[in-house]
């Protein structure tokens, strides 16, 4: 079992070593990876997914529990404790969701009794996550991207039980953040976003701030911070509710802006 991954530095662009030299991931973690487009974020969770041994181009060094990982780790996808979830995946099989979560569930899981329990945890696991249900028997092509994400975070989560699972940009798939963050801490393992979205920053337990390809200073999630993250909800639901109503054909009134506070100002141009 897993406890820590420790992230060792190395270098930015232009070869500059990095400000911090030391990170360690604890299980339970909820990480988020911030910084400008192009800062880096991506080649980090690359450089943690291939347990980099100073052979990549960033020189970075990734540690399990203090050592060097196991060749297994990298060599041996059934042996590789790391899930990750990038914003561009799609699915190339196009079995029903059903027959490939049993598939899945039946090469995974210990106890064959079990399958139809994880078929299920994971489909109801997904569902909170995306707006439109996953039906068991669309075919995994015809699934959209939302739901493809959900899915997938599920799937590594329930099925695959990975202690480590790496989101890339998940915000822009269309699944519900913080439903997502809600479920995922109920799980004792490490998760890192790599995150614009302030909201699931702030409901993070500490972020890793990129900029020059090269990490620059790591930032605990305070009370103070915290306290901000509530109006940060608040503000980001109202955006959600605002979308959905749009999507589904409705119109905005001065009512929808009642709740956040902010009635008053839809109509003169302030939001």
């Known amino acids: 079992m897993i406890d820590t991954i420790t992230i060792l530095g190395g270098q930015g662009r232009a070869d500059i070593p990095e400000a911090v030299r030391r990170i360690d ?68 099989s196009d079995l029903p969701v059903d027959v490939f979560l049993r598939t899945h569930a039946g090469i995974r899981a210990s106890d064959p009794l079990h399958v139809a329990d994880l078929v299920g945890e994971t489909l109801d696991f997904a569902n909170q996550l ?4 996953i039906d068991r028997a669309s075919r995994m092509t015809e699934l959209s991207g939302g739901q493809t994400r959900a899915l997938l975070i599920a799937d590594a989560t329930v099925i695959c039980d990975t202690p480590i699972v790496l989101l890339d940009e998940v915000e822009n798939a269309g699944i519900n953040r913080a439903r997502a963050l ?13 995150t614009h979205d302030p909201r ?41 509710r605002l979308r959905e109503t749009i999507r589904l054909g409705g119109q905005l009134t001065e009512e929808d802006f009642k709740g956040a506070g902010l009635a008053g100002f839809a109509g003169e141009g302030i939001l």
Do not use: W
């Not at 991506?42 to 450089?47: A, G, H, K, W, Y």
């Not at 590789?80 to 190339?92: E, K």
């Not at 090269?214 to 940060?232: C, K, L, P, Y």
């Open 25 to 92: 991931l604890r299980m339970g973690d909820v990480v988020s990876i911030v910084g400008p487009t192009g800062s880096g974020k991506t080649t980090l969770i690359n450089d943690i997914e291939l347990f980099a041994q100073g052979d990549t181009p960033t020189g970075r060094t990734i540690l399990v529990d203090g050592v060097t990982p196991p060749a297994a780790y990298r060599e041996d996808p059934a042996h590789n404790p790391i899930a990750l979830i990038t914003q561009h995946t799609n699915f190339l």
């Open 130 to 133: 995306t707006g439109e249900p």
């Open 182 to 194: 809600e479920l995922l801490r109920q799980r004792r393992k490490i998760f890192v976003f790599v």
């Open 200 to 240: 699931i920053a702030l409901l993070s337990d500490f972020r890793i701030v990129m900029r020059n390809g090269g990490i620059t200073q790591v930032i605990r999630t305070e009370s103070a911070e915290r306290a901000f993250g509530v109006t940060v909800a608040r503000l980001d639901d109202l955006l959600c």
